[in-house]
């Protein structure tokens, strides 16, 4: 089964900063995404981080606001950029092995982001 | 397009009594269902999923859920829980054949143990 961590595990910034969100797996994966998931609301796909091309974003995302990159099969970063108080939330990355969604999803254990 | 309801938000109960936690869904197509648990500070993990065969699927830590068609429903059970059992639990839907893949997410339920 794969770990997955993520860096920082918290932070607490100012209106306006960009902060990176840094995720490594200790194995090679197929298929790497980013979730939201605010308190009491289900999990929220971002994008999907596509190695060696742009990332996958849903409906709401977009680039600009969560810059993504996934430079090998093992590590991806989320950006988020100029940050308001309703980008506090935790953010999770995830992971897939296989390549279809339904072969087992691992998380890691999310940043938990505050923004004053 | 798919979408999970969890009908309790939060669900207290006694250390060795037995549990149930509603999942409900919504697909126009076959699905795949999975429940994942959630400890404190730590990320998602896979508790079982359905994708096909038995109805009835195990899981680990002695957790169960029971595929209902008629129903749409994907209920999990543990006939006796611990104080360790105390986490959120999400359930999620994905498409088995056309739309999307991706899994939806339910809000999440949380389990209480008390002593």
């Known amino acids: 089964s794969a770990v997955i961590s993520q860096k920082p595990s918290r932070d607490i910034c100012q209106r306006g900063t960009s902060l990176t969100i840094q995720c490594q797996v200790d194995?090679?994966?197929?298929?790497m995404f980013w979730y939201r998931q605010q308190p009491g609301q289900s999990l929220t796909l971002i994008a999907t981080?596509?190695?060696?091309?742009?990332?996958?974003?849903e409906s709401g995302f977009v680039i600009d606001k969560f810059p993504i990159s996934r430079p090998n099969l093992t590590f991806s970063t989320l950006t988020v950029s100029n940050m308001s108080p309703e980008d506090s939330s935790i953010y999770l990355c995830?992971?897939?092995?296989?390549?279809?969604?339904?072969?087992?999803?691992?998380f890691g254990p999310g940043t938990r982001l505050t923004v004053l | 397009a798919q979408s999970v309801t969890q009908l309790d938000s939060q669900v207290p109960v006694f250390e060795e009594a037995p549990v149930e936690l509603r999942c409900n869904y919504s697909?126009?197509?076959?699905?795949?269902l999975f429940w994942y648990v959630q400890y404190p500070n730590q990320g998602l993990q896979l508790l079982l999923k359905?994708?096909?065969?038995?109805?009835l699927v195990k899981g680990i830590n002695g957790f169960e859920a029971e595929f209902n068609k008629s129903q749409t429903s994907f209920h999990l059970r543990k006939p006796s829980v611990h104080i360790s059992d105390t986490a959120e639990y999400f359930c999620?839907?994905?498409?088995?054949?056309?739309?999307?893949?991706?899994?939806?997410f339910g809000r999440g339920t949380s389990l209480i143990v008390h002593p």
């Open positions: 995830s992971a897939v092995e296989g390549t279809s969604y339904f072969d087992t999803q691992y």
């Open positions: 194995s090679q994966v197929t298929m």
């Open positions: 981080a596509n190695q060696g091309s742009e990332a996958t974003y």
């Open positions: 697909s126009s197509v076959s699905v795949y």
């Open positions: 359905y994708l096909s065969g038995s109805t």
């Open positions: 999620a839907v994905s498409h088995a054949s056309g739309g999307s893949y991706i899994p939806t």
